[in-house]
C-alpha cells in the first residue's frame, strides 16, 4: 500500500513568487492536512481539506491556498513568498471519517525562499 | 491563549534507560491527544488517548491520559539508540502541536 506522496521533495525559490506543493493521499484516504514545521515555531497546522471542502483552518494569512480534487489530491499554494516561509511542509491523509485520526505524514517538501 | 507545552523540551539518556515525556495542554471540549514521533521528516504515529486514567501500550512504549488535571504521560522504558527522535504530542481537537521534546538516547 503507496503511502503519502508528496512533490517535490525540495524546492528553492525567491522572495515575491508564488509555489505550488502537492500532496498524493493513501488511496481510500479523503482527508488531507497541510502543516508548516520551522524551528522556531514548530508544527503549525494549516488546514484540512475533506472531499474537496475545506473543513478547518489553522491561524495562516490569506497567501496560503490550497486545494482538493475529486481523487483526493490536494495542492497547497503560497503566494507572494516572504523568507520567513522557508519551511518544511507536511501532508498527512487520513479517513476523514469521525474518530479518525491522522496518522500518516509524508516525507515533507522542504521549501527555500531566497 | 491555548497551549499544549511539553516537558523537557530536549532529553539525552542512556541505552537502557527509562525515560517520562510530559505534555500539558488547555482546552474545553477536549476530543482527544495524540502521540507521534519524528525521526526526520515524517512523523509517525503511536498514540490516541481519549479516555482519562486508561493506558495505551505498545511493546516498550506507553501512554496515560489525566484528562482532570490537562496531563498526559509517554512512557519509554528500556531506551534502545533507536528511540532517538522528537516526540510530539497534539491536541486532536485544533490540531495544536506541542514544541516537542527531542530524545537522544546513547549507547
Known amino acids: 500500500k503507496a503511502g503519502v506522496t508528496q512533490t517535490p521533495r525540495y524546492l528553492i525559490k525567491t522572495r515575491g513568487q508564488q509555489v505550488t506543493l502537492s500532496c498524493s493521499p493513501i488511496?481510500?484516504?479523503?482527508?488531507v492536512s497541510w502543516y508548516q514545521q520551522t524551528p522556531g515555531q514548530g508544527l503549525q497546522f494549516l488546514f484540512e481539506?475533506?472531499?474537496?471542502?475545506?473543513?478547518n483552518k489553522g491561524n495562516f494569512p490569506g497567501r496560503f491556498s490550497g486545494r482538493q480534487f475529486s481523487n483526493s489530491r490536494s495542492e497547497m499554494n503560497v503566494s507572494t513568498l516572504e523568507l520567513g516561509d522557508s519551511a518544511l511542509y507536511l501532508c498527512?491523509?487520513?479517513?476523514?471519517?469521525?474518530?479518525?485520526?491522522?496518522?500518516?505524514f509524508g516525507q515533507g517538501t522542504r521549501l527555500t525562499v531566497v | 491563549e491555548d497551549k499544549v507545552v511539553q516537558s523537557p523540551l530536549s532529553l539525552v539518556v542512556h541505552e537502557g534507560d527509562t525515560v517520562t515525556l510530559n505534555c500539558s495542554y488547555e482546552?474545553?471540549?477536549?476530543?482527544?491527544l495524540l502521540w507521534y514521533k519524528q525521526e526526520k521528516k515524517a512523523p509517525t504515529f503511536l498514540f490516541m488517548l481519549?479516555?482519562?486514567?486508561i493506558e495505551k501500550k505498545s511493546g516498550r512504549l506507553s501512554s496515560i491520559l489525566d484528562k482532570k488535571e490537562l496531563f498526559s504521560i509517554l512512557n519509554i522504558t528500556a531506551t534502545q539508540t533507536g528511540d532517538s527522535a522528537v516526540y510530539l504530542c497534539?491536541?486532536?481537537?485544533?490540531?495544536?502541536f506541542g514544541a516537542g521534546t527531542r530524545l537522544t538516547v546513547k549507547p
Open positions: 498527512a491523509s487520513s479517513t476523514g471519517t469521525a474518530g479518525s485520526f491522522l496518522a500518516f
Open positions: 488511496s481510500g484516504h479523503r482527508s
Open positions: 481539506y475533506f472531499s474537496e471542502t475545506q473543513r
Open positions: 482546552v474545553t471540549n477536549f476530543r482527544s
Open positions: 481519549t479516555s482519562s486514567g
Open positions: 497534539v491536541r486532536h481537537n485544533d490540531m495544536r
